[in-house]
T-cell receptor, first 114, second 115 residues
Framework: GEQVEQRPPHLSVREGDSAFITCTYT??????FFWYKQEPGASLQLLMK?????EINEGQGFTVLLNKKDKRLSLNLTAAHPGDSAAYFC?????????????FGKGTVLLVSP | EAAVTQSPRSKVAVTGGKVTLSCHQT?????MYWYRQDTGHGLRLIHY???????EKGDIPDGYKASRPSQENFSLILELASLSQTAVYFC??????????????FGHGTKLSVL
């Protein structure tokens, strides 16, 4: 089945710096990709979803890059601020199995210090 | 915004006891899921359901049962709780598996401690 590896498991940056998180996956038929953010003690909230190959999506303060050729999904928080401190999870939907199954990465705990 | 409510928010159980975690959604979603979250493991799917009165096994179903008595409610049952089931449990829902409806809506989680 699908395997998703997320790096790094922990990341500490200073306010204003960039924070870069990467996920690699194994199923070449995967076609939906997500980033979720989990603030301490809270639930997971969708940050962004992408489904086109080699897509760059820009959100508020972050960029998501999908490279299907390399089977790599990246999240770049530009100019991070303390409010970005949270756990971030990538999730990948593999080939159609008849239900909305997502395989999650193990998460990255990001700490942004002032 | 979709609403998924879990109860209880936290629970302490004894080894060998029965535990029931409840989930209620008001989104009219067909799909519901139970995930567990462990440090260093991300989220892993335990059971899911796509219609009332039917449940399916996820990736780690052993030691768990699920019940979907109605579209709105989905329960996770630990008949004989064990120490290894200490974790945070998340319920989620999603619309049907149409192409445009891929995201999950999560509840706030239930922290279960088995002693």
């Amino acid at each position: 089945g699908e395997q998703v590896e997320q790096r790094p498991p922990h990341l500490s940056v200073r306010e204003g710096d960039s924070a870069f998180i990467t996920c690699t996956y194994t199923d070449p038929n995967s076609y939906y990709f997500f980033w979720y953010k989990q603030e301490p003690g809270a639930s997971l909230q969708l940050l962004m979803k992408v489904f086109s190959s080699t897509e760059i999506n820009e959100g508020q303060g972050f960029t998501v890059l999908l490279n299907k050729k390399d089977k790599r999904l990246s999240l770049n928080l530009t100019a991070a601020h303390p409010g970005d401190s949270a756990a971030y999870f990538c999730a990948v939907r593999s080939s159609d199995s008849g239900y909305n199954k997502l395989t999650f990465g193990k998460g990255t705990v990001l700490l942004v210090s002032p | 915004e979709a609403a998924v409510t879990q109860s209880p928010r936290s629970k302490v159980a004894v080894t060998g006891g029965k535990v029931t975690l409840s989930c209620h959604q008001t989104n009219n979603h067909d799909y519901m899921y139970w995930y567990r979250q462990d440090t260093g493991h991300g989220l892993r799917l335990i059971h899911y359901s796509y219609v009332a009165d039917s449940t399916e096994k996820g990736d780690i179903p052993d030691g768990y049962k699920a019940s979907r008595p109605s579209q709105e409610n989905f329960s996770l049952i630990l008949e004989l709780a064990s120490l290894s089931q200490t974790a945070v449990y998340f319920c989620a829902s999603s619309p049907d598996r149409g192409v445009s409806n891929e995201r999950l809506f999560f509840g706030h989680g239930t922290k279960l401690s088995v002693l």
